[in-house]
T-cell receptor, first 113, second 114 residues
Framework: AQSVAQPEDQVNVAEGNPLTVKCTYSVSGNPYLFWYVQYPNRGLQFLLKYITGDNLVKGSYGFEAEFNKSQTSFHLKKPSALVSDSALYFCAVRVYGNNRLAFGKGNQVVVIP | NAGVTQTPKFQVLKTGQSMTLQCAQDMNHEYMSWYRQDPGMGLRLIHYSVGAGITDQGEVPNGYNVSRSTTEDFPLRLLSAAPSQTSVYFC?????????????FGEGSRLTVL
């Protein structure tokens, strides 16, 4: 079975400060990892993914994430948070050949002006 | 460029009523899926399809039926609605030929069962 853990319910950060949203995963096999963002009353939007290769992946809106195989983690980061980054963030995992994408429970990010 | 379109956006049902949530995509995606989103539980996969005529169960399929007669459409049917099915439902699709591809989501359908 594949699963994702997002340990924090809410992340509060001051505008301009670094933002980190944590994600750990559990799979049998090599993972495909994804981050999505959801704004209020909207569908999920894709931010970035790790498939293979460089452990540091860059995505939309200045976000990046680092794949750490030994710690089974895929934390989302942004060097300088904006108020407009306030949203719900989901980590998700899948393995090759498995059509099911498993999501974490989500992290609410609040960026304080 | 419509992407994934879901209808209706809002629906209120009484217990025992039936209804169909519609999902259509115009990206020629082979893979389509339905998720439900509940507070504190993230998104849970209900059913998915890897192509016309092929469907399979996700982690919470009970109470829901699906069919896939065309590439574009993937309706979700509730045969006898229950209050436990009150949720926000999302349809999502991706290219089936690219197993590493990301999902494209619709805007969601908010269902309340009284």
């Amino acid at each position: 079975a594949q699963s994702v853990a997002q340990p924090e319910d809410q992340v509060n950060v001051a505008e301009g400060n670094p933002l980190t949203v944590k994600c750990t995963y559990s799979v049998s096999g090599n993972p495909y990892l994804f981050w999505y963002v959801q704004y209020p009353n909207r569908g999920l939007q894709f931010l970035l993914k790790y498939i293979t290769g460089d452990n540091l992946v860059k995505g939309s809106y200045g976000f990046e994430a680092e794949f750490n195989k030994s710690q089974t983690s895929f934390h989302l980061k942004k060097p300088s948070a904006l108020v407009s980054d306030s949203a719900l963030y989901f980590c998700a995992v899948r393995v090759y050949g498995n059509n099911r994408l498993a999501f974490g429970k989500g992290n609410q990010v609040v960026v304080i002006p | 460029n419509a992407g994934v379109t879901q209808t209706p956006k809002f629906q209120v049902l009484k217990t025992g009523q039936s209804m169909t949530l519609q999902c259509a995509q115009d990206m020629n995606h082979e893979y389509m899926s339905w998720y439900r989103q509940d507070p504190g539980m993230g998104l849970r996969l209900i059913h998915y399809s890897v192509g016309a005529g092929i469907t399979d169960q996700g982690e919470v399929p009970n109470g829901y039926n699906v069919s896939r007669s065309t590439t574009e459409d993937f309706p979700l049917r509730l045969l006898s609605a229950a209050p436990s099915q009150t949720s926000v439902y999302f349809c999502a699709s991706r290219s089936g030929t690219v197993n590493t591809g990301e999902l494209f989501f619709g805007e969601g359908s908010r269902l309340t069962v009284l």
